[in-house]
């Protein structure tokens, strides 16, 4: 599937922004998507997942609470609604997606991904 990610810019802290992960090339509900994100000198982190169906979801703790990941399979887009930014929320956004074809996905490792869109800046200033 291919990713492309958008909604980036910049904030200051306390703002929100929404992200937007549009996909293409394939069956979007055959994948789970899961938001990534990369701080300079940082390795990528694992920020928020959903399931094929959005029945499931998964944040990090650093997120938890300001963050929420949804998805609309009809119009093959997955969203991460971002409040209460923080500075240490500056990263590269990165859209990412694993072919589950139904099953669970329970390890969402940089590693356990099929698909990366290129990634989106979010800069939130102090």
């Known amino acids: 599937v291919q990713l492309q990610a958008s909604g980036g810019g910049s904030v200051q802290a306390g703002g929100s922004l929404r992200l937007f992960c549009a996909a293409s090339g394939s069956i979007f509900s055959d994948n789970a998507v899961g938001w990534f994100r990369q701080a300079p000198g940082k390795e990528r982190e694992f920020v928020a997942g959903?399931?094929?169906?959005?029945?499931?979801?998964y944040n990090a703790d650093s997120v938890k609470g300001r963050f929420a990941i949804s998805r609309d399979n009809a119009k093959n887009t997955v969203y991460l609604q971002m409040n209460s930014l923080k500075p240490e929320d500056t990263a590269v956004y990165y859209c990412?997606?694993?072919?589950?074809?139904?099953?669970?996905?329970?390890?969402?490792?940089?590693?356990?991904?099929?698909?990366w869109g290129k990634g989106t800046l979010v800069t939130v200033s102090s």
């Open positions: 990412t997606a694993k072919t589950v074809r139904g099953l669970p996905l329970t390890s969402w490792s940089v590693h356990d991904m099929d698909d």
């Open positions: 959903i399931s094929w169906s959005g029945s499931k979801i």
